[in-house]
């Protein structure tokens, strides 16, 4: 207990030190839980993650938990429809599921830092899946390490997963304590999926800043009777696509816990009197069918088109305007119209390219880029660029 509290001492002091950031560019995973014991919750997390796949295409993975307690898991490196079979499908059985797909913010891509994370904690085992960062993930890991807390991986979510371990006050706290305890603690850009033994817990920062939201799902069970059973996914797109309906997004600070009974809420930490949802998620990250904020993607770039074509109208000789696939296309819609030009393709994609911004080293980018878009020539010919006034 004394241990503990000089551990609790030493990560609150983190509070004072400078912020651990890089210049290296953070971005999101996908993340997705179900609870569902109608439904084969493995299986529907495939398919969810699928949805989500365009979050992370390094590495992925899924984690069930049966009804006597015990936690299944498989991970792999590359798509979702790689890694997944009908035979690794079958093991991972359970009442709810957690699931992963990977972009790596901090860590290197190989195996060991894939997720979902099971650890086993004195409240019984339990599986971590994280979107996000720490701002002081390095700090804290030297503080956990000094405390004596062996480290396996290089990655945020082991930190979390050593935090939310941690018997804080001695005594043995339930999770929704655990859970605020450590967003009181780690600051940081991120959203969790925590899955325990009675519940799936979905929490966000006290900012806002990474998406996360509640889905629900119909289902019957074994007697006939009509059950409405909870989701928890990094975009709305997830629900969509296995039969399901959005219902809000996670609050910035916020806990959500998905069991038997369905759904509650609690603050794990107050908000931020501003929130700071990240605009990349609007330019270029979420999927175009999602909504954020009450607002579908798509309707979003569109008006971010006409906007800038307010702001940076075209030159008076322009013939057309072009969009790059994807994300960009809905942008030049949007400016085409506000500018009374005709729109046109100029580029064809190639779809067996994967995203290319979010390939682990710049390398990889550039090669990717090189081979994701093919000119239609009769499209570009004498046409000006707007870059040429």
Known sequence: ????????????????????????????????????????????????????????????????????GIMHRHVGMGLVNQVFTENNLKDLVGTKAIGHTRYS????????????????TLRGPASIAQNGNLVRAKGLRKQLLESGVGMFKDTDVEVITQLLAANWKGNNPEWLERLSTFMEKADGAYSLIVMTTDAIYGLKDYLGLRPLCIGQIEVVDSNGDKKTRYMLASESCAFSTIGGSFVREVLPGEIVKIDESGITTHMGRKPAEKSAFCIFEYVYFARPDSQFE??????????????????????????????????????????ARQSKLVYTEGFIKNRYIYRTFIQPTNQLRKLGVAMKFCPLPQNLKGKKSGFDR
């Open 294 to 335: 009450g607002q579908l993607i798509h309707s979003v770039r569109q008006s971010l088109g006409e906007q800038l074509a307010i702001e940076s109208p075209p030159p008076k000789d322009a013939d057309c305007v072009i969009g790059v696939p994807d994300s960009s296309l809905p942008m030049a819609v949007g400016y």
């Open 1 to 68: 207990m004394q241990h503990t509290r000089g551990l609790e001492e030493r990560v609150s002091s983190m509070a004072q030190e400078d912020w651990d950031a890089d210049d290296e560019p953070k971005e999101e995973c996908g993340i997705f839980g179900i609870y569902a014991p109608e439904m084969e919750v493995s299986r529907v997390t495939f398919f969810a993650m699928v949805a989500l796949q365009h979050r992370g295409q390094e590495s992925c993975g899924i984690s069930t938990c049966d009804p006597s």
């Open 105 to 120: 913010t901090a860590g290197s891509s190989v195996i060991e830092n894939a997720q979902p994370v099971n650890i086993q």
